[in-house]
Nanobody, 116 residues
């Protein structure tokens, strides 16, 4: 089993920045695809950013050039740097991990609210 614990969410004004962190309970990031998804009430969970173990990164069109996903395998932690935040970025953000032989895991979610 792998536990993912997110932190860093909160309330920020439009145009502001936040950095989300996701700490994994096992040292398997180096073999994992990791990512961030977000979800609004009564909406489907949607991909925000994905980073493969080989370094390939994909972003949703709505966050390109504003959000950056990164990882520190030595700290078992994944990050999402969010800049130029907009009200439409308001959602619960979930950390995601897929590792061979381990399976797929999700964090518990962290609320991000962009409002003046």
């Amino acid at each position: 089993q792998v536990q993912l614990v997110e932190s860093g969410g909160g309330l920020v004004q439009p145009g502001g920045s936040l950095r989300l962190s996701c700490a994994a309970s096992r040292s398997i990031l180096s073999i994992s695809t990791v990512g961030w998804y977000r979800q609004l009430p009564d909406k489907e969970r949607e991909l925000v950013a994905l980073n493969s173990r080989t370094g390939t990164t994909n972003y949703a069109d709505s966050v390109k050039d504003r959000f950056t996903i990164s990882r520190d395998n030595t700290k078992n932690t994944v990050y999402l740097q969010m800049n130029s935040l907009k009200p439409e970025d308001t959602a619960v953000y979930y950390c995601y991990l897929l590792a061979p032989a381990w399976g797929t895991y999700w964090g518990q979610g962290t609320q991000v609210t962009v409002s003046s």
